[in-house]
């Protein structure tokens, strides 16, 4: 176990574009069969390195939804816990910050909904999985 109390987590995807598309920010469990982007080579990894939520906090140009999600197979089928319902661009110099805990999931991911329009103006997204179980917000 790490003795830091985070994770730093990478967005590798692309930016979303002028669509309603549907964006895998992170993901412990393969997304689709026979996928490789996924961060865990087994359920719970994140909680046996004594990791408990995932942080974000993301700078779009426009809408927005986020959706959390649970998998008690490896991703062969995902249950939705949360979505956020459309979420209004921030002002230029502020983002969009959320915390989710995930310590009773098997396996998570997390999903950006597009709102429509491209986000190619301002797309930055910050990730971090944490030790805390306390409520960031």
Known sequence: ???KPYTKVKYTGATPGADANTY?????APPSAGSTNFACKGARQCQYAGLHRLIIDIGHANSITLNFYRSQNRGVTWDQVFTSGAI???A???????DFA???YDDFKLEL???GASQAARFIVDMALTDER????
Request: hydrophobic residues 45%; aromatic residues 8%; proline residues 7%.
């Open 134 to 137: 306390a409520p960031l917000t």
């Open 24 to 28: 895998v920010l992170f993901a412990t």
């Open 1 to 3: 176990m790490s003795n």
């Open 88 to 90: 209004a661009a921030p």
């Open 113 to 115: 909904v597009n709102g």
């Open 92 to 98: 230029a110099t502020s983002s969009t910050v959320r």
């Open 102 to 104: 995930f310590e009773e």
